[in-house]
């Protein structure tokens, strides 16, 4: 079993910036690939950001790409999502999520945290 838990979100105007953060327990965290996803009511889950166990690769949405960097800490058990130049329309509850293997898809992950809203007021 693995423990996901986000923190960071909240309320910022257009084109500010947000850190995300995705806090792991329970099985070894370093060995497995972690993933943004992001949700709207209504709407299906999707993809933002993914990285593998290393750290050396990544992948992401063509939305926010170039805006979004995802990082992670093995010493620390945790995850980042640093968000800039946010748009309204970035405005989502935001899930961290852990698989065996970098993926953009979110059958590939197990383990899911309980998310955390992001507002983006314009």
């Known amino acids: 079993q693995v423990q996901l838990v986000e923190s960071g979100g909240g309320l910022v105007q257009a084109g500010g910036s947000l850190r995300l953060s995705c806090a792991a327990s329970?099985?070894?965290?370093?060995?497995?690939?972690m993933g943004w996803f992001r949700q709207a009511p209504g709407k299906e889950r999707e993809f933002v950001a993914s990285?593998?166990?290393?750290?050396?690769?990544?992948y992401y949405a063509d939305s926010v790409k170039g805006r979004f960097t995802i990082s992670r800490d093995n010493a620390k058990n945790t995850v980042y999502l640093q968000m800039n130049s946010l748009k309204p329309e970035d405005t989502d509850v935001y899930y961290c999520?852990?698989?065996?293997?970098?993926?953009?898809?979110?059958?590939?992950?197990?383990?899911w945290g309980q998310g955390t809203q992001v507002t983006v007021s314009s």
């Open positions: 990285i593998n166990w290393s750290g050396r690769r990544t």
């Open positions: 329970g099985r070894t965290f370093s060995g497995a690939a």
């Open positions: 999520a852990a698989g065996g293997a970098i993926a953009t898809m979110k059958s590939e992950y197990a383990y």
